[in-house]
Structure formats: C-alpha cells, structure tokens
C-alpha cells in the first residue's frame, strides 16, 4: 500500500481521548446489561413523525434528483428569516448556505478562512471534532485554554495573544456550549469581538445548541457591531428539531463568502437531499411549538439534576445555562475524570464522558448528557454523587 | 470581511467553463421556453417509489438518530458483497466506508492520498468537478490530454512522464468515462496499473457508471495483479438506482486506508442519514431487475442516437461504449464546442454541453446527456446534425 497522507494519519494527534468509557457502554448494552447511557447529545425521541411525513412527501412527489447545492429557495429564505428574526441582523439567502449538518460547516469555515499552515484558534474545553477538523483542512489547532474558576470562559487577552504568536486566521467558539453548558456572557462576546476586529480574524460562531438556554440569552456574535461581516455561524437542525441524523443544517456568512462556499460545496458535498431539505422546511415552518417542546425535557432535566445535586459536596457543579449538558468537578475524589467514568461504569453501570475527552481544561471533571428519562437520571446522580463520596478522604 | 483563503478563491482557476449553456437552458424553461436539455447527467426518472416507502418506513422505525460513522454494518456488507461478486476480489465491510454520494468520495480520497502541495493527476476531458476538488484538498492537479483521435484513453507513458515530472501522488481515472463513454481496454488499465506501481501511485478509479455498459466489458482496476492494496474505487447509488440526490456511494480501499477514512469522516461529515442508508440497502437487495431497468432506456436511446447520426457527415460521432453519455465531434463546423451549444440552444432550444467544459482535450466537441424521452431525443439529434450542416462549407 502507497503511504497515506500525513494529514489523514494525523488527525487525531495528541487530540482527546476516553471515548473508550462511551464504547465499552454501549457493548455492554450489546450484551444486554442495563446500563445508564449518559454520554452523547442525543435526543431520547427520534424525528417527529410528521417531519418525516413531510419528507416522504416531498420525495414522493419528485424531490429525488440533485437539489441546488447552495440549497432550496425556500430553505434558504426560511434560514434567514429565522437568523434575521433571531438575532435582529438584517439577512437574506445569500447570507445562506445549507450544508449536510453542523459538522460539514465546521470543515467548510475552516477550509474558507485559513490555507494549510495557518492556525485556528479554538477554546478547551471543545467539541470533540474540532482539533480534527482543523487538522483536516491543514490548518494547526491552537487550544484556548479555560478553568472551572473562571467558569470555562476564555479569556479575551489569551485569545489575541495566542493569535499573534501563531498567526491565527480564525477563532472558533461555541455557545451555548458543549460540554460545559457555559452560555457567554455578552461581555466576554464583546472582548472576542474585539480581538477579532484588532487581529483581522474570523469569527466562526458554532451555535447549534442555540434553542437550549436555561438562564439569561443566548446573545450570536454576528449581531455585535462591525461583526457581521467577518463572522461565519454555524446552524443546525440537529439538536433544535431532533433531526441529528438527517445531517442538515446551515452556515450564515456574508455573501462574497456564502458565494465562496457555494464553489466549495459543488466540489466537496454537492448539495444535500432535496427532501431533507424540504423537511427542514416544513419543521421550521412548524414553529417555536416544535422547538419548545424539544428543548423543554433538557430545561426540566437540567432543574432535576441540579436539585438532586443540591446540599452534597462530593461533586462540584458548574452552572449550566444552555445545551443539553451538565459538567461535575469530580477532583474532590482525587481521581480524573477517565478514571471516575471508568469505576462509576464497572461499580453501577452508569456511563458518563470524562471531561478529559474535550480537552485538557475539563481534567478532572465528567459530562452528563441529560438525555436520558427524568426518573432514571435523577437516580443515576444520587448513585453517582454516593460513589463519589467513598473517595472522599482523597479530598 | 478578512480574506478569504486562496484555496477557496481558486477552486475554479483555469478550469472548464461553458456551464453557462447550461444555466442558460435552465433560465429559458423558467421563462416558460420548450428547451430540450440534453445537458446533465441526471435520469428523467424519480427514485423508485419502494425505495422511498422503505426510506420512510426505516425512518419512522426510528432510524433518525446519529449513524455509524462508517456506515450502517449491513450496508457495508451488502456492498462489499456487490464489490466481491462484480470483480472477483475478496472483499469485506472492512474495505468499504459509507459515503454521502460519490463527490464526497472524490474529496475524501485526495485528502487521504496526498498532503498540500502533492499533485494529483487526472485525465482530460474530465467530470467536471475534478480539478476543483483537488485544489479543495490543496493538491495541484495535473491534466493528463488525450485526444479524440485517440478515443479519448489516456497514454501510460503520458501519465508515468507527468508523475515524475509533478511528484504526484496519485493518478484519478473515469470509466465508464463521463463525458466521454468511452469504457477502457484492459491493456490500458495494465498499463496504467503498471505506471502506479513502478511510481508508487494511488490509483483512484472513479466507477460511478458500472452497471451502464454498452459494449466490451467493465473491468475494474481492483482486480488487476497487485491493485487492490493500492487503489480506491469510488461507487455511488446515484445512476445505478436513480438515487442522484440522495447523495449515498461507497469508498472501497485496504482496510487500513478506510480506517483513516472513517477518521477523515468523523471530522468532514459525521456519517450519512441512516433512512437514506436502509433505502440504499434495500434498493441493492432489489437486485439486477431494478438496476437493469434503470440502465436499459440509456442504452435504448444510445443505439436509436447512433443509428439517427448513421450515414451523415455533418458531425463525428465518438464510439460511446458505456455512460449515459455521448460526445460529438464539431469541429468540421469551423466552431469551438462552446460556440455551437450556444447558437444551437439559440436556434433550435436543444441544449448540450460543450466539450469545453470537460476540459482541452474535448475542445470542439459537445456531450449529450442521453436523459430525455426517446423521440425528443432523436429528433434533437436530427436536428442538431442539420444545424452542423449548415456550416459545412467552414470544413
């Protein structure tokens, strides 16, 4: 065999890791154990049925053949109608570009608004993929790295002078955010704003979590002075309409860049199913309904998992203000976050991600996914707040 | 607005031009206009209507959450048994990984094969994305010319000299050639193994048009002496089942090529719609009756376009032996490929693609897209090879 590129063969370079708890949960699953899987950011419901009637329609009805790759009309009217109603900037399809789910926009911004060799700043904790995405479009990953003390918000002063030290294009950051649940204050929005203006930098926005707010606003970046016209928003269906598996969602630029991505697309994805588009289509027309009653298990989980985690000091908790997300400072028990995920699995079947999975700022802390049913998650974090406890004297 | 990157600001840089027939054609229907678009390859048929009821009835049986990255296990199976039983070379799941369609397939396996800077070779005329997902990858593509004269196969030797002179990595090859419909001799495929093998090529073989064979036989290059561990064949559902927009294909590599490639997916893609994927299984466990049903009017409508271009003079008739394409020479019209398509879509509303868009080598030719109903077909032709006559006396 010819040798492989460097690039594919380094992805995942000193990235995260403790995606083994997450695997040996779902074999033991296979195996038929009763496990408590509080791992991914996936809904506990599928697809809404009618989404998916509405889809069935649409490609019964002739929907089958190549859609436009920038999207449909109508898709991308309707994406800007929502951006332009949602944030107050005016936005029209030509901000628009429909894209194969979040994921698809990550690498496409990143491919965009650097060449190989220039760095993208990022901020630990992260998303999993973005390291690798970053290493994908040949462009070094620079971690901003966060603290549990000052809430896992990045520091504005870090951010340009990592920038400066290694020549970023670009810096991405997530809010609400995923894993920590942390929405930004528009102060520390404000701050970034700034030193993307002073360092000429892109803003790569990723905001699929952004119908997932618990406490105060989900404020886009995109919508700050002087910002809309360097700042790429990165939207989803995904997590707002339970349609993480029709991998649709969107990108918000401005328009030279939209046109720019539109060039791109035709030669990396070519556009995305016609019907799934008209799908999202009809959910975004199905209104804030639909989406209040997607989010609201994860605000009613969220207030559940904080009473139950009230009054014990085994676990520290960080507040968390949006996504479906719940973070525990497990450094009381004087073991790392792996090794916690590790024992809480072996001891009581519970299967949690180690915050060392998303970087090196969440060590010694553990992801909760509230994606699991109120009763059986209330009770997986009494079990896990008493395992917790017998580590105690380590503290 | 920063800069964008110059990989995205170049993707197009002196490439095929003479889509404006194309788009033009499109805007005429819009106006209400009777154009016969005779332009792209896309069937004049849906998706067959039981693959969209077992599409919806897997997506309402709840697969609409995230998919296996790789791909669903009994899709991979289902291909590596269609790969196995087509060409006769052992293959397992372990070779193959789901993709979304075939241009993801093309994107995927230059960033796999060659890092920023590495050329990649391509054929000329060529699909005509080809050179702009190189440059994607940031991989300088090289054209390797042919000639009509030649019926379009590539010289061996051409391709070992371009290797050594541009440092490539990898060599792209087409066939059933689209625009072209040629299908390559075995001694061209020998010898083109051979030249990968003395320069330690990747060989990517594009085979998206394998089950529309006209005449001879399609051979694929996995299965040549020592080949299967260094080539990587792109499949797609798209012509074989009329599935063009639902964007599913297949990567079929070394086992340890694909698990960089499922690495390189988890970061670009995150994995194909599971629905889309239990219709793919489905519309493949279908068998030949549906495939063959959907290949048999292309070759129908082949054989009455040949038979309308017997005995005339006006234009050359390049021997189509698979695809549902067929190219033609003007050049006896003292007219460039591109000045022809567009006087013919002014005077009669037929519209073909000029040759010029799939590149030099097809300069002064036109492909037709064997995609409308048999007698609209035929009489286009006839009146397309009218049309040249009418330059005659610039021969």
New interface residues.
């Given amino acids: 065999?010819?040798q492989?590129?460097?690039?594919?063969?380094t992805?995942?370079k000193g990235g995260s890791d403790g995606w083994e708890v997450f695997y040996r949960a779902r074999q033991m699953v296979a195996e038929g154990k009763d496990v408590i899987e509080l791992t991914?950011g996936?809904?506990d419901i599928?697809?809404d049925?009618a989404i998916?009637v509405a889809?069935?329609t649409a490609?019964?009805n002739?929907?089958?053949?190549?859609?436009m790759v920038p999207g449909i009309a109508p898709l991308r009217e309707a994406l800007a109608e929502r951006v332009a109603a949602r944030t107050g900037v005016p936005t029209t399809a030509d901000n628009i570009i429909v894209t194969?789910?979040?994921?698809?926009g990550?690498?496409a911004t990143h491919?965009?608004?650097?060449?190989?060799?220039?760095a993208a700043l990022y901020v630990d904790p992260y998303y999993a993929?973005y390291p690798?995405?970053m290493?994908?479009a040949?462009r070094p990953p620079v971690a901003v790295e966060t603290s549990a003390e000052a809430a896992f918000l990045p520091d504005a002063a870090k951010i340009d002078r990592l920038a400066v030290e290694s020549g970023a294009?670009s810096v991405l950051i997530n809010t609400p955010n995923n894993p920590t649940g942390t929405v930004y204050p528009g102060d520390t929005l404000d701050a970034i704003a700034r030193v993307t203006q002073d360092r000429?930098?892109?803003l790569i926005s990723d905001e699929v979590y952004d119908t997932q707010i618990w406490e105060g606003d989900h404020r886009s970046p995109r919508a700050l002075p002087g910002m809309a016209?360097?700042t790429m928003v990165i939207g989803s269906m995904s997590k707002s309409h339970?349609?993480?598996?029709?991998?649709v969602g969107w990108i918000c630029a401005?328009e030279?860049?939209v046109d720019?991505?539109i060039?791109?697309a035709?030669?990396?994805?070519?556009?995305?199913?016609?019907?799934?588009q008209q799908a999202a289509l009809f959910a975004l027309q199905e209104g804030d309904l639909l989406e209040t009653g997607i989010a609201t298990p994860f605000r009613r989980r969220r207030d559940l998992a904080l009473a139950a985690l009230k009054g014990q000091t085994a676990v520290g908790v960080i507040p968390s203000q949006g996504a479906m997300y719940l973070m525990l400072d497990v450094r009381s028990t004087g073991l790392s976050g792996r090794d916690f995920a590790e024992a809480l699995l072996d001891a009581h079947h519970i299967a949690v991600m180690p915050g060392e999975s998303f970087g090196t700022s969440a060590a010694g802390h553990i992801r909760i996914a509230l994606t699991t049913e109120d009763d059986r998650l209330v009770s997986a974090i009494e079990t896990l707040v008493a395992f917790a406890g017998t580590f105690a004297h380590a503290a």
């Fill in positions: 065999m010819p492989l590129s460097d690039r594919i063969t992805l995942n991914i996936e809904h599928g697809t049925a998916l889809m069935h490609a019964l002739g929907a089958t053949g190549y859609a194969a789910g979040g994921q698809p990550l690498l491919l965009a608004t650097g060449d190989p060799g220039d993929t690798g995405t290493r994908a040949s294009k000429d930098l892109w016209d360097r339970a349609m993480t598996g029709s991998r401005p030279a860049a720019a991505l060039d791109l035709t030669v990396t994805t070519y556009g995305v199913p016609g019907y799934i």
